[in-house]
């Protein structure tokens, strides 16, 4: 492809981020605009390729074609009231010496290594470097982000052992869509991964395969805690679950502590209540204070007797 | 075959769709019709695969004869009202030059391409064309019909944190059943796909193989997206469950609170209830204004009490 | 092995079902007798696979033996009250041009087999097609089993939707041990046929592969069900549960829903119970229906007050 | 090895079993005692092999060394009451014509064996021969043990469907962990025998393979089993709980009745005995019976209504 | 790499443990330190493997590299109240006649084999038998751990079937949260293992596979018993859940007791209690001991009533 081909390629949302000879680096942050039907004209991208760029987000994959790979790459977005991860993706032609970035919007991935790239902070040289940065800076992202879900739960977790409260829950179930939607990209990123690795796959120099590894690496090491949290997001339900038995059960032993104090006080008074011409100790002068007398030895004697079954 | 026994064949229920050197697409909408005794005497199809034709609806599966191949693909219909998923079946036989679709009834699939053939908005030239443009219809229809499903549990478990209803319940449980067969249809139509994909399919030529592997990322996706719903499905039940353990807890609170202000109002009617001659204050004129106080005072500080701990 | 012998073996439970050139088919009905050594001597059966046949029923399995294939199967009965799955076993010897089969007691399936010889509905040539036909007829014998099972957790479900009785949940774990026995032998018949298809199996004809991968299908299909009844099975058994805490939740808010009218109007005529000399309304001739009045207004207003909450 | 050494090694705690050319079989209860040093030394065994002999009870492997292999065997004992399984070790060095097995103390499955010598019952002539008898007998009880834990599965699930019981939730969570250690000792002992079946095994004729695979189906046979019964453990565990929720939901009902009935009652007596100075009935001769005409009723309709209710 | 330049590293934190020749070994308590990068100059180590050694706590792992291995091995230290499982890193470089090992702080696994060196309790002379040392003592500290974790399990367990206590509650979730991290570990550590025995690892001699291959059935001991006590742990939930629904039970059971016989006496007395003119037994002298009779008749009764159906 020609230097004026290129030039006229730069239009309106087109960016030119590296221009050397062995690596040309288109950049198009509008997949829906003609500029992407240009592009596969001049490289001869398949229109299935354009397609994937144009539809809604869709899981990483890696897809051979003469001349070419097509690669979709799944970004993550953690927010955390309320806990929501969306999921972004960035697609990529690669080919021998040429790499074209797609995605909707501008990417913080890609500008960030634009400025490394600015400030002379990182070098690259050849299309695979370029797919390695960004899948790295894309990978680099989950830690932190799982981190923040790990926190949450934990916070959780504390706070449900001291006082269950229905919002602990919201976000418990909020935290679980958010992990599945998480698990979703990193599972398929992780075979989009173990692709580059293993595979023999073209336009990858057999010397990139030892730092795309290391991203793999750092995948498995993400699924992994994707999985584990998972486990304590379900631990974190039990334990709700068992608090609320917990509450039940207090409320009922406070209801059963009163009724068994009150209801054979009330049979006392009740008692003397009754209209017989003859009740003893009605005449009596001090009959009032020996029934106020047997109330009270009533009342202490169940509070002694709760506090002996360790009720109280 | 000769032209003339192919228009013999143009009886009650057999159509044809394309008849071009190089495809003839037969379509037969009665599996049951003798015609396709005459379509399995002339083209020597295998007495099972006409029995898998006619039989009850079973799951997707490629099987390969002499000459021809057979495949049987699993079309789903939603209804929302109450949440079904169910499950048709279109049969392929795919031969060198030729394809004959049979199903029971109208399929929707296939009138679709016909308008589309009519319209010009598609073209087919080869049977292993027309199979892909099939499986992509019927494939297209999934996402929808997820997303449907998304929206619905979306709905439930919102509707759940606010109030859970048997309503809820039901919905939830038809969900499964529907989530359950709609699945058990991609799973083998994954596996399918699969095998159009990887093996050296007889009929289905290397360029076909690549947009057969994109309609098999669809599947793939679904079926992700189904492991993901199910799992949504189950915190919707858990949802329910908590929130019901809460209002039980909640009434059983009401109940405690209640009892917990007028056991003891009681306790002092009966005490001055009492037929004593003689009780403190009885005989004061200004008695059961005094008692009346009491009795406030009581409510007041009980009322103060449960405010304290956050019950009211 | 010649006529003769072959003539002294047709002694008691021993019948020759198909004895042509190519195909002698024997069967046995009682695996204990001396007869099965008999047989075990004249065709040189190894000990193990006589003992299989002795023993208790066992999984389906395909052993290979020199000279000949010892083929167990298991075939399923289902009675519905209670729900119950037991599992026969019949056992094949599979030579070069005879079968022998032995089970204990009548065997429907090979009945029915001999039925259809006899009216010339089946023809049977060699000994792979009898093994055909027996394994058919039992796996024909799984959908029907699986129906019934399917329609009765159906009726269970929807009986607990409306009201949850101790006999559904025994009806449901009866239908979990069933199905736990029914999913044993059809997993093992499953690898059993898997190794038909598969291996090049001595004594099957290349021919008869598809035949055998028709029933593979359906047993696949059937272990399919298998696995989604017992989801629903799980799905059951939440039912109840839900539907228990739903009816107690029911019973506590009756019971604080009366707490909540009666003890209120007690304290009020507790309160015109006391003795007091003077206490307001006593003396007035209206006064007892000036109380009947506010009795009256509290019930009324409670009532409406839970009519609002929609506790009525 | 030397006639002569090997006399000098029938010391304290080692058996000689057999003594034939063409097998030595050597038994050694105590791996703890120096005769194993002297037995490594003679023999060449491996210090790791060693090593596992005398460390804690191991799970069941296959090491191959130079000459020898190295066999660990699990044997299990079960004890009823409470329901515990024990899990012992049988290790055996096995050589081209010589079996050694040490084991802590006398093991059941080795005399059973030396029994069926000394009788004639069984005839080892191969080491291999002995390896594949003392796996059989290990294995043989496992059935029975397993029956008796099914047994014990079916009398508790049955108690618990009439009344559940603390004892009975902790027979499940015993058996629960019996199964567990049951599982991994049979999970490991099927491994093994894979192994002996399979490869192949140095110091294991070919004609003897047909007997380890019979071994072998019946531990996969077992380990079946053993899942079955942790489905059915669980199914028990819900019983219990839907059983606990179901005596609540009568207890709360029961409670609710008798408020039901009570709490009017008491209402009505407490409105005569306030004290206005007219109420009505109050006066009149036949105004007690009118009363208790209406607290009675109000029993009887109250009854009648929970009659139709059919909760009594 | 000479004698002087190896001199000149034996700087701060840098330990030369042995210097033979054919085995160099260095030990680094410092990953931070310069000398890390010296080390990586001279021997020309990638900076992935410098940036594993620097970064927080990463997974078991095995990385070839030209002329070296990096082998991350993960250390575990168990507390016990509160029960946490801390993970731990130590990075191996193995060359051909050299290892380095790199860990934050002391390692107590490094200092114990160097013990074991100075007192020649062990012998190393080549780097692959350093590197067995190390994985060995790190992989014998698994056992006791998991027989702690399991003793507290059993403690656990045994207190809940006496007394649920939310103690307990908060000890299972601690022991979860710690089995989990201490799996992670386990894990990654069994396929690091997995890859010293199978693969043609480099620098790994053919006679100390047997080492490792010892060391990676501890392992999958370990993760064997890590599953059972997670399978354990469950149950101990169940066993809270259970005892907390019986409580209930009990609480619910005493307060339905109370009212049971609470009720109809304070109705008796309420009974008596009307101001009606004329009540029988009221004006009778012994009107009261009649009635005080009925009432504890109710009494009995309503207790006998309960001891019957084994209430109390």
Redesign the interface.
Known sequence: MSETSQTALAVKGLRTIVDNPGLLWLDLDDPMSHVLDDLAASYGF?E?AIEDCRHHV??A?L?Y?DGYSFILINSTHYTEKPCEVRVREIDAFLGQNYIITVHEGPSRAIDEIQNHLTSNATHVTRPDEVLHAIIDIVVDRYLPTLDHIGDTIDDV?DAL?ISPE?TH??TL?EL??GL??FR?AVASQRELLNMLVRDDTPFIQQDMR??F??VY?HV??AM?MVE?YR??LT?G??????Q??????D??????I???I??????V?????????????????N??WY?TGV?LFITISMLAFFKHKKWL
Chains 1, 2, 3, 4, 5 share one sequence.
């Open positions: 398949h299935l869709q899981l994959k897809d074609y977790e052992l229905v829950l919201q179930f679980k869509r599945l939607q979703r030892i730092y590894r290391d690496d498995v090491r992994d584990t486990d304590l631990g339900l039990d334990i709700y679950l068992t609320m038995a917990n509450r039940t059960n409320i009922v032993k406070g209801l059963t009163l009724a068994t009150m209801l054979p006080l009330t049979l008074t009740g008692y003397f209540g009754m209209n017989f011409e003859y009740i003893p100790l009605l005449k009596e002068p009959g009032i029934t109330l």
